[in-house]
């Protein structure tokens, strides 16, 4: 998934004629969709079935999807507006509820889940400072891209980490090491994001 700090044009639509913008209705756009709708069925699979392999099965092709959606977009030049809110739209989401599900079924501590929402929570902050110089969003950093990759494989990987077999002895310790050098570089890109928006509100003029 695309850190959202920024909205990342990771999806939109094929032109029809050079120099139309390009259509909304496309796979890209179709997947980040796809994706959205992968969140009710997850915590429907988590926390009311308790189906966990399935639950995990849910994740796994959240992820596929998220990379394969920017691929597409990128390699067919189908991108629009709507691609770039749909893709951060879906990480923000993930990032919300999967952590807080987890947090329900005793699989992460509530601490490590504040430190996850609360970042979302204190980057929001960034907003109102923007709009007034009229910028509605930061440019996205790589190494926040790198945080979100880490912490979307850690989430699968602390999941199956609770099965009482093979794999999950392995991936439990691999999740938690995914976990910690992910939020290291979540918070790290938020005090980035923080100096550039303070940079912004200095260098540039309040807009009416």
């Known amino acids: 998934m695309n850190e959202t700090g920024g909205s990342a044009p990771e999806a939109g639509g ?15 756009n179709a997947l980040s969709v796809l994706r959205l709708l992968g969140v009710p ?55 919300i509820a999967v952590p807080i599900a987890f947090g329900i079924r005793g699989i992460l501590p509530w601490w ?29 950093l790589y190494l926040g891209k790198a945080a979100t990759f880490a912490l979307m494989y850690a989430l699968p990987m602390l999941l199956a980490g609770t099965f009482d077999n093979t794999l999950g002895a392995v991936m439990h310790p691999l999740g938690w090491a995914f976990l910690i050098w992910g939020l ?16 912004v509100v200095r260098d540039l003029p309040r807009v009416r």
């Not at 094929?14 to 890209?28: H, R, Y």
């Not at 290291?184 to 940079?199: E, H, I, K, N």
Request: charged share 15%.
């Open 184 to 199: 290291g570089m979540y918070w790290w890109t938020l005090a980035l994001y923080w100096w550039q928006t303070v940079l």
């Open 41 to 95: 069925l997850f915590l429907w699979l988590l926390l009311v079935e308790h189906s966990d392999a399935w639950a995990l099965v849910v994740l796994m092709v959240s992820g596929f999807t998220d990379w394969l959606d920017g691929k597409l977009a990128r390699l067919l030049d189908q991108q629009t507006r709507l691609g770039e809110l749909l893709d951060p739209a879906a990480d923000r989401l993930y990032m």
């Open 14 to 28: 094929a032109p029809s004629t050079p120099g139309a913008p390009p259509s909304p209705l496309n796979v890209p």
């Open 112 to 140: 490590v889940i504040g430190l996850l929402i609360g970042r979302e929570v204190v980057l929001a902050g960034t907003v109102p400072f923007l709009r007034s110089r009229g910028i509605t969003a930061l440019p996205t």
